[in-house]
């Protein structure tokens, strides 16, 4: 029973993930794409190319992006997007990403 029961929330997982892969565009966004936004939780401002776009009856569309300033995955919201960034805030993302090419050496 319990091997059955492994076996179909491992369908449901297959299912799942297949949805998500199949989703390469959003908004005008694509996958690939690099994008100034604010992450998700912590709301800091960051630089980074989509990698999955998420898309949920349950949740507001997000994607997870590889964020240049910390070198982390991350994941952000579609509407958290900065289209047009200020001076100032790609200096700031400049200098943190020079930051943390300058730690990995």
């Not at 091997?3 to 297959?14: H, I, R, T």
């Amino acid at each position: 029973m319990i091997q059955l029961f492994e076996k179909s929330l491992a369908n449901v997982y297959d299912t799942i993930m297949a949805k998500q892969e199949n989703i390469s565009e959003y908004g005008g966004y694509k996958i690939g794409d690099e994008v100034y936004c604010t992450t998700y939780i912590k709301g800091e401002l960051s630089l980074g190319k989509i990698q999955i776009i998420h898309l949920s009856d349950k949740s507001p569309p997000c994607f997870t992006f590889g964020c240049v300033v910390t070198g982390a995955c991350k994941l952000a919201m579609f509407s958290d997007i900065i289209d047009n960034p200020t001076k100032a805030q790609i200096d700031k993302v400049r200098r943190g990403s020079e930051k943390l090419r300058r730690r990995k050496k």
